[in-house]
């Protein structure tokens, strides 16, 4: 079963917009990733949050971590059409593995 | 230098027959992972490398997959015997170290007809 699960599924705003995804996960991790997936194309790495962070900032993204409810949120300001993809988390479990979400399809209209 | 690359990026094959994938990494990540991705799923991990040594191939479905990694860069994701439920994109990855942020590479479509 997928260790981090994103919520919503798909979430359409228009272009301007805020957009603010969700990520849970099941065990205690040492980091959490973001990463974006355009249609087709590999898989970009957007931010990463260490267990002892909070929040984290980089240009128009947010992350936040709250390991007391094993989530994390990424929130994307002024979206734009061209952040028109997939997104998803990934966690580090104890051992080796990494464990990505389901991800959230996220469609900004121009 | 150049990012991860892949090839082949696409492969079609016979149920039955066997296939090999290659990954070439960033130069200087010792850490390399295999992901297997199916269409509208997340990545989901096979195998781990630290260095030439697999770290973890937990996530290998069967023994009909095998991976390598004998100089510590380049690695070769192996299927036997290989099925239509092979069918998927493969992605691989390297970072810096373990725990870094990943670069993935453009995938490899694996089609068994």
Same mark, same amino acid.
């Given at each position: 079963s997928q260790q981090g699960e994103e919520d919503p599924q798909a979430l359409s705003i228009q272009e301007g917009e805020n957009a603010t995804m969700n990520c849970s996960y099941k065990t205690s991790i040492n980091n959490l990733q973001w990463y974006r997936q355009n249609s087709g194309r590999g898989l970009v790495h957007l931010i990463l949050i260490r267990s002892n962070e909070r929040e984290k900032h980089s240009g128009r993204l947010r992350v936040t971590l709250d390991t007391s409810k094993k989530s994390s949120s990424l929130l994307i300001t002024a979206s734009r059409a061209a952040d028109t993809a997939s997104y998803f988390c990934a966690t580090d479990m104890s051992g080796n593995q990494f464990y990505f979400g389901t991800g959230t399809s996220l469609t900004v209209i121009p | 230098?150049?990012?991860?690359?892949?090839?082949?990026?696409?492969?079609?094959?016979?149920?039955?027959?066997?296939?090999?994938?290659?990954?070439? #990494?960033?130069?200087?990540?010792?850490? =390399?992972?295999?992901? &297997?991705?199916?269409? $509208?799923?997340?990545?989901?991990? %096979?195998?781990?490398?630290?260095?030439?040594?697999?770290?973890?191939?937990?996530?290998?479905?069967?023994?009909?997959?095998?991976?390598?990694? #004998?100089?510590?860069?380049?690695?070769? =994701?192996?299927?036997? &015997?290989?099925?239509? $439920?092979?069918?998927?994109?493969? %992605?691989?990855?390297?970072?810096?170290?373990?725990?870094n942020e990943q670069f993935f590479g453009p995938g490899t479509r694996l089609t068994v007809l």
């Open positions: - | 230098g150049a990012g991860v690359s892949q090839t082949p990026s696409n492969k079609v094959t016979e149920k039955g027959k066997y296939v090999e994938l290659r990954c070439d #990494p960033i130069s200087g990540h010792t850490a =390399l992972y295999w992901y &297997r991705q199916s269409l $509208g799923q997340g990545p989901e991990f %096979l195998i781990y490398f630290q260095g030439t040594g697999a770290a973890d191939d937990s996530g290998l479905p069967n023994d009909r997959f095998f991976a390598v990694r #004998p100089e510590g860069s380049v690695s070769t =994701l192996k299927i036997q &015997r290989t099925e239509r $439920g092979d069918s998927a994109m493969y %992605l691989c990855a390297s970072s810096l170290i373990w725990g």
